[in-house]
Nanobody, 126 residues
């Protein structure tokens, strides 16, 4: 059974950092591209970042480029999202996601992704 368990959210001040983690069931982890999405109240889901199955290719949403870094640890079946220089507009529920394949999907709507974590709240105070 595929499971994604994401955690690491919290309440921080603007300019601070957080690292989100998502533990993925082993079989899914080894076969999948992994990513992060976020959704703020009243807004549509937004693509944040993705990493290829091999870990060598990453992609980011325009609003987080240069501040966020996605990575995966094959030994721990875990994908991370390091978030630096957080701003109030980064406040949202962040969810990890997985999709079978080698490279991140071209689309960013999230509809292409197969599995989702339950989400973790990130709140950034100004």
């Amino acid at each position: 059974q595929t499971q994604l368990v994401d955690f690491g959210g919290g309440l921080v001040q603007a300019g601070e950092s957080l690292r989100l983690s998502c533990v993925v069931s082993e079989r899914t982890f080894s076969r999948s591209v992994l990513g992060w999405f976020r959704q703020a109240p009243g807004k549509e889901r937004e693509f944040v970042a993705a990493v290829s199955r091999g870990g060598g290719v990453t992609s980011y949403g325009d609003s987080v480029k240069g501040r966020f870094t996605i990575s995966r640890d094959n030994a721990k079946n875990t994908v991370y999202l390091q978030m630096n220089s957080l701003q109030p507009e980064d406040t949202a529920v962040y969810s990890c996601a997985a999709v079978a394949g080698d490279m991140p999907p071209a689309g960013t709507s999230g509809h292409e992704w197969d599995y989702w974590g339950q989400g973790t709240q990130v709140t950034v105070l100004s």
